[in-house]
């Protein structure tokens, strides 16, 4: 998407200051995806003025490089009798949740504006079967729900945490509108069932 981006004397030119100016600090060539961000992350550049979501654009082709390369986690045991209310819930362990000011991983870069920027959560996994990379556009209530549930609470709790900043009938169609997601999680193979 970089490469699509930028134009063929700017693209060359990141690549070329990156190598003359950079000691690589891992023999495994997939991981300096991961250092030509971070140079560029540290290092203000003329091109970061022009495209300000470049810094979020490299992250997002990082994120995905990182977790497809990312070594096996063992899978908790999971079980689909369960309540999303009421039990813990089995995650994807191999996934990495980020934030981006910009909507990279929602939309074409060459549209991009500053009127875009925002915060922007993106779920980030690699599916257990086919080893296939899967993003997923949260708000940050979700992404806050999913962290939390990750660390062993249950849905209740987190709504239970919320009962005296939201109205009875916003908490309802929020608990039901949570629950459709977490079905949708599972449909994409995030959520493995509940934990057993």
Do not use: C
Request: glycine share 4%.
């Amino acid at each position: 998407m970089t490469a699509n981006l930028l134009e063929a004397g700017e693209l060359d030119r990141l690549v070329n200051d990156f190598f003359t100016d950079h000691k690589a600090q891992s023999p495994q060539v997939w991981k300096l995806a991961g250092e030509f961000f971070g140079y560029w992350k540290s290092k203000p550049d003329a091109l970061m003025g022009k495209y300000p979501f470049l810094p979020d654009l490299l992250a997002f082709e990082w994120i995905e490089i990182e977790v497809f390369m990312m070594e096996d986690i063992p899978y908790p045991g999971a079980s689909d009798n369960g309540d999303y209310l009421a039990d813990p819930v089995a995650f994807n362990p191999e996934h990495r949740i980020i934030r981006v000011e910009y909507p990279v991983h929602i939309k074409n870069a060459k549209r991009i504006t500053m009127a875009d920027k925002n915060d922007y959560y993106i779920l980030v996994f690699r599916e257990q079967v086919s080893g296939k990379v899967q993003f997923i556009d949260m708000s940050a209530y979700l992404t806050l729900v999913i962290e939390n549930m990750i660390n062993g609470l249950t849905l209740s709790a987190i709504l239970n945490e919320l009962k005296a900043q939201v109205n009875e009938n916003d908490l309802e169609e929020l608990s039901t509108n949570t629950v459709e997601f977490l079905h949708t999680l599972k449909a994409k193979k995030f959520i493995l069932g509940f934990l057993v």
